[in-house]
């Protein structure tokens, strides 16, 4: 039997440096409003898409959520003028409202749209920061990006990366993309990867505090990367597309292998013939 491959290998995008951390969002910044967020996708594998907004999954009892009528499945919208698409994005925002001033949240519940007023306050007691939260896009800009209070950082850069030619660099945060707002890492790479590739995006980017610039940068015009190769029984690797987790196995036969890897996110597990297990134990959940 042939092997089976999609697509090329290409490099990977390196990590972001440890010095990053000091970029991530950390548990208690920002006003704290007592609910928990979920992507307002449609739960459906068999025909998954995304709508606007996140969907509340949680209200924590006496927040000023509960205070002001929220519930879970209620779905927020923007808020201030701020949309919010994915839970990153929806923090973000939170994490730069002052203490003690209304915010305006738009709401939908069913089929009606309200504009909720509450007032963030401070988180009661700061939990450890967790670890910095970055995504992987090897498919349009060969680079890491993190989500920040102020925008969406760039992370790291691959030697190939397109932003080099827009004279880009690790640090600089990109505040929209053709004039579109971006509040979040997982938005931003939807964003690019929604283009087609080999086109042109216009990039508002902030650096050290200075006033946002323009810069053009033109998109990978390689539209796939290597996610699968295998030879049946004997060996396969698989990565997911935005490179958050990749697997390979030696003399796979589905209920026994002789040895799996697993990788998602910075949690890798090794796993000896179907039986014997050692893991990293970094726990870290990218989702």
């Known amino acids: 039997t042939l092997p089976a491959c999609a697509s ?6 390196p990590a972001p440096l440890p010095e990053l951390e000091a970029w991530a969002l950390a548990v208690g ?34 927040s000023p959520g509960e205070a002001a009528g929220f519930q879970p499945g209620d779905v927020i919208l923007a808020v201030g003028d701020a949309s919010t698409d994915d839970p990153a994005a929806f923090q973000a925002t ?14 939908r519940r069913g089929d009606t749209v309200y504009d909720v007023v509450l007032a ?16 992987l896009d090897p498919a349009r800009t ?12 760039l ?14 660099r690790v640090g600089d945060v990109v505040l ?14 939807r964003t690019l990867q929604g283009r087609p590739p080999g086109s042109a995006v216009r990039l508002r980017v902030a650096r050290d505090g200075n006033a946002p610039v323009e ?18 029984i004997l060996f396969h690797w698989d990565q997911a597309t935005d490179g958050s987790t990749s697997s390979w196995a030696f003399i796979d036969l589905w209920l026994f292998s002789l040895f799996d890897y697993e990788r998602v996110g910075r949690e890798k597990t090794w796993c000896l013939l179907s039986l014997f297990e050692v893991s990293t134990g970094h726990g870290e959940l990218d989702a």
């Open 215 to 232: 810069r053009e940068v033109t998109l990978i015009s390689e539209p796939t990367v290597l996610t699968h190769v295998g030879i049946p």
């Open 29 to 62: 910044e920002g006003g704290f409003v007592g609910l928990s967020t979920e992507e307002n996708d449609s739960g459906s594998l068999d025909s998954l898409f995304f709508d606007p907004g996140v969907r509340v999954r949680e209200v924590v009892p006496n």
């Open 120 to 135: 963030p306050v401070a988180r009661q007691g700061a939990g450890p920061p967790p670890d910095p939260l970055w995504r």
């Open 142 to 153: 060969r680079a890491g990006w993190m989500t920040t209070p102020d925008g969406v950082r």
């Open 176 to 189: 929209a993309i053709d004039d579109t707002e971006q509040h979040s890492a997982r938005a931003l790479i």
């Open 8 to 13: 090329r290998p290409r490099a990977p995008v």
């Open 94 to 107: 939170l994490s730069g409202a002052p203490i003690g001033e209304p915010l305006t949240l738009n709401v």
């Open 155 to 168: 992370a790291s850069l691959a030697d190939d990366s397109p932003l080099h030619a827009a004279e880009l």
